[in-house]
């Protein structure tokens, strides 16, 4: 099915550890984006793509690091994960510049330790 | 610049009761705006945008809008409420032409209707 899916959809892990989570699209959209959610934060983008190889910074991309080798898959890895990065962790994608809205995942929610 | 308020952390109905979730934005020139809908575990889901034009503007599920360039507002509404549409809501800002193609969101609205 046509798509944004994110994995894993829970994950528990320990300070220092790194992680990676997943975010494939099925439609091809040009641009990806990862979120975090937190209370009384709403939605602070971290790391947004406007096509393969191409990334840049969001307002909170300190402890982060994403690639885009393919045009589908948009990985967000915690290199040495703290406990402040424990959150709801949202990708999303879109299909360029102009007026189209963007479409969510369901979501990682990370538990660090 | 471009910025996103919404003024209530949480807005209780009645069902069959208007719901009214507040939404204002800044923006240096035309807005596009944009809300969301975030049932819980879930992404958030489009409801409705605003581009130009008719400044009601109807979306998914029996919700509208309306724009209102005086008072930089875009209010979510919808005539009758459902227990059911109790959830998380979002609105969202970019600017039309210039600035950055990335949109704003406000800090969400919980939005609980009473049986």
């Known amino acids: 099915d046509a798509g944004i899916t994110q994995s894993p959809r829970y994950k528990i892990t320990e300070t220092g550890r790194q992680v990676t989570l997943m975010c494939h699209q099925t439609?091809?959209?040009?641009?990806m984006f990862w979120y975090r959610q937190d209370l009384g934060h709403g939605l602070r983008l971290i790391y947004y793509?406007?096509?393969?190889?191409?990334?840049d910074k969001g307002e909170v991309p300190d402890g982060y690091v994403v690639s885009r080798s393919k045009t589908e898959n948009f990985p967000l890895t915690l290199e040495s994960a703290t406990r402040s990065q424990t959150s709801v962790y949202f990708c999303?994608?879109?299909?360029?510049?102009?007026?189209?809205?963007?479409?969510f995942g369901d979501g990682t929610r990370l538990s660090i330790l | 610049a471009q910025s996103v308020a919404q003024p209530e952390d949480q807005v209780n109905v009645a069902e069959g009761n208007p719901l009214t979730v507040k939404c204002t934005y800044s923006?240096?020139?035309?807005?596009?705006l944009f809300w969301y809908v975030q049932y819980p575990n879930r992404g958030l889901q489009f409801l409705l945008k605003?581009?130009?034009?008719?400044?009601l503007v109807k979306g998914s599920y029996g919700f509208e809008a309306e724009f209102n360039k005086s008072q930089t507002s875009f209010h979510l509404k919808k005539p009758s409420a459902l227990v059911s549409d109790s959830a998380l809501y979002f609105c969202?800002?970019?600017?039309?032409?210039?600035?950055?193609?990335?949109?704003?969101f406000g800090r969400g609205t919980s939005l609980i209707v009473h049986p």
């Open positions: 999303a994608s879109s299909p360029g510049q102009g007026i189209q809205p963007q479409h």
């Open positions: 439609w091809s959209h040009s641009y």
């Open positions: 793509s406007a096509a393969a190889d191409i990334t």
């Open positions: 923006v240096s020139g035309n807005p596009y």
């Open positions: 605003y581009i130009t034009g008719d400044n």
């Open positions: 969202a800002v970019r600017e039309a032409s210039g600035g950055s193609y990335i949109p704003t």
